[in-house]
């Protein structure tokens, strides 16, 4: 919590339902964000955590008599959509560990909310923000340093993020709302990767220029390096950074009267020069996976090409 604020702060592990029933006692409502994300690579991981942790939240909130919960998913359980927009009635069909646990973890509370418990899922897609980090920090290094941008194949595909700021509110205005539901998430205001990528070469006009690799090729590299541990990669990336995946966010708009306030671009643009502003302190960072940068590896001989 931030300093000054109104909060009890607990800190334990959610595998552990003793510390999470301690959380819970005497809560109304409870928002469960505790995840491990696609960079963790640990497919036992996703389960104690994504999985078993989900269980345990419902668990106790059920116990505690909490009035309701809400369970932040992810884009993730979609894998490559046969359709865009993708809906709440889109099923879904994961590619990898990390999806297969978050869309395990949905059908939790989708149980739960049938035995009674008030559930409600919402589920953002990638999310910016101040402070989120991870593998956007590569991009932020490469553009900060004027190094080409990389898009797999022309780029084009249609990529939606979110801000931390707007799943927020999304998240408050769910936790308001009586009744089990699910909510996709995502900016209004978006375009394809290239166009994205652009925004932000053109806002740091630092020489930055964006450069398209083979898909195929680009993707059997990312996979080599990340199996060698000489590149951040997780499955989630090579599958999906060439795809198309955008959400359509009218039932969020209109059961909870939710607006998202920045478009892609404006996100880009924020969370970079917030990456400039504390680069000198992020090399030593601790923190998620998302709160730290990624470090470079090999990525590194990509910055020397012209």
Request: glycine share 8%; proline share 6%.
């Amino acid at each position: 919590p931030r300093p000054g604020a109104e909060v009890e702060a607990v800190v334990g592990d959610v595998r552990d339902l003793d510390v999470v029933r301690a959380a819970s006692e005497g809560a109304d409502i409870v928002l469960h964000n505790v995840a491990q994300v696609p960079l963790a690579k640990d497919r036992d991981l996703f389960e104690a955590v994504n999985v078993g942790g989900t269980a345990n939240v419902l668990l106790a909130a059920r116990d505690a008599g909490v009035g309701k919960v809400v369970h932040t998913s992810s884009s993730a359980i979609f894998g490559i959509p046969d359709a865009n927009p993708v809906t709440e009635d889109t099923p879904g069909k994961p590619l990898e560990a990390y999806g297969r646990a978050k869309l395990t973890a949905e059908a939790i509370c989708a149980d739960a909310a049938a035995a009674g418990l008030d559930v409600t899922i919402v589920r953002p897609r990638t999310i910016l923000g101040h402070g989120r980090l991870g593998i956007m920090a590569i991009l932020f290094e490469f553009v900060a340093e004027g190094a080409p941008l990389y898009v797999l194949g022309t780029g084009a595909n249609r990529y939606q993020f979110v801000h931390a700021t707007d799943l927020a509110d999304a998240c408050l205005r769910a936790a308001a709302r009586s009744g089990p539901a699910v909510y996709n998430l995502g900016a209004t205001r978006f375009g394809t990767m290239r166009e994205t990528l652009q925004a932000l070469a053109d806002h740091a006009g630092t020489g930055s220029r964006v450069r398209s690799l083979p898909a195929a090729p680009a993707r059997l590299a990312m996979r080599a390096m990340a199996g060698t541990g000489a590149a951040p990669f997780a499955p989630y990336h090579w599958l999906l950074y060439s795809e198309s995946l955008w959400f359509d966010v009218t039932r969020a708009r209109t059961e909870l009267g939710w607006e998202p306030t920045r478009s892609n671009a404006e996100m880009v643009v924020e969370s970079y020069e917030w990456f400039l502003a504390h680069r000198s302190e992020l090399a030593s960072a601790q923190g998620s996976h998302h709160q730290s940068p990624a470090r470079l590896g090999l990525l590194r001989l990509l910055k020397r090409l012209p």
